[in-house]
């Protein structure tokens, strides 16, 4: 299953997934762009793929889109692939979360967990199932204080609009493709520890010319996305070549990945050492608080708050 997959990286993987033979479920918000570029692909390949739509900006949709999944009998991978960055301040989703966190992480979180059953069901010791997320560098513009878990709004609306600089999209997006990086090392720790067979990576697609700064039409962005768009047309990678990295995590035998791993390139990166346990556990605690998601796993970061 591939979210986003009617253009760019995602149309890619999906592209090279099913010449591979895999039955591939693709949700995507266009679905009028989906079926254009699923043509594209069986006319190539002679393989179909299926369509659903899915709008991450809608917990509703997410949940509808997971119920047809989950008709499935098995799901052996599932890349989160779909995202955005918006330059536009004060946009959120429909349930009130910050748009950058809601679309990119809050979504892709809570379509995992309603996945994840299914997925857990089909692995096995040997072939495990695979998480895949589609993060980026742009982790890095959270800077040394990594995650901003410990504001009393993270996530909401209102959290995004204590972001005033000229850069504040930039720190929204580092913040929600840090959020896909614990996520995954997260959903590793803790299939290891009920020993489930499941393993979740993350990755950096590299600097691909893609759609991703699709909704830069603005004021002053429009001339800074023309320049980087020119720029990644020449010296960019193409997305079959930024879908690399997402097809090695999906494809390479699972003894080659670290599980929770951060990938660059097709090879395992270190983090830097300011990210920590507890931002990882609270972000965890914090997002199914959120989502309105029921864990059975007992809360730590976020005990006290839970009780007042």
């Not at 992480?105 to 309603?114: D, F, I, R």
Request: net charge neutral.
């Amino acid at each position: 299953m591939v979210t986003g997959g009617n253009t760019g990286i995602g149309k890619e993987t999906v592209r090279e997934l099913v010449k591979r033979g895999a039955k591939v479920i693709t949700g995507c918000r266009d679905v009028e762009k989906a079926k254009r570029a699923v043509q594209e692909i069986k006319e190539e390949t002679g393989h179909d793929v299926t369509i659903e739509p899915l709008d991450l900006s809608d917990v509703e949709s997410v949940k509808k889109f997971a119920e047809r999944c989950l008709k499935e009998s098995r799901l052996d991978i599932l890349v989160n692939n779909a995202g955005l960055m918006m330059p536009v301040r004060g946009l959120k989703t429909k349930q009130d979360f910050e748009i950058h966190m809601g679309v990119n992480y809050l979504g892709h979180y809570l379509l995992t967990s309603l996945l994840y059953p299914l997925m857990v069901q089909t692995g096995t010791e040997f072939r495990p199932s695979r998480i895949v997320n589609v993060s980026s560098e742009g982790h890095k513009f959270t800077m040394r204080a990594g995650q901003d878990i410990d504001d009393p709004n993270f996530g909401l609306s209102t959290w995004g609009a204590g972001y005033t600089s000229m850069f504040a999209f930039h720190q929204l997006y580092g913040q929600s493709k840090l959020a896909q990086i614990y996520h995954a090392k997260e959903v590793s720790r803790l299939a290891k520890e009920k020993g489930e067979h499941v393993i979740a990576v993350s990755l950096h697609p590299g600097a691909v010319a893609t759609e991703i700064t699709r909704y830069h039409n603005e004021g002053f962005f429009v001339a800074v996305t023309s320049f980087i768009e020119n720029g990644l047309l020449y010296f960019g990678k193409t997305p079959l070549e930024g879908a690399q990295t997402t097809l090695h995590c999906c494809l390479t035998d699972s003894t080659y990945l670290e599980p929770g791993g951060y990938y660059v390139d097709c090879v395992k990166q270190e983090l830097p050492s300011w990210y920590n346990d507890r931002q990882q556990g609270k972000l965890r605690e914090v997002s199914d608080r959120l989502l309105g998601i029921q864990s059975s796993e007992p809360l730590v970061w976020t005990k006290s708050a839970s009780n007042k």
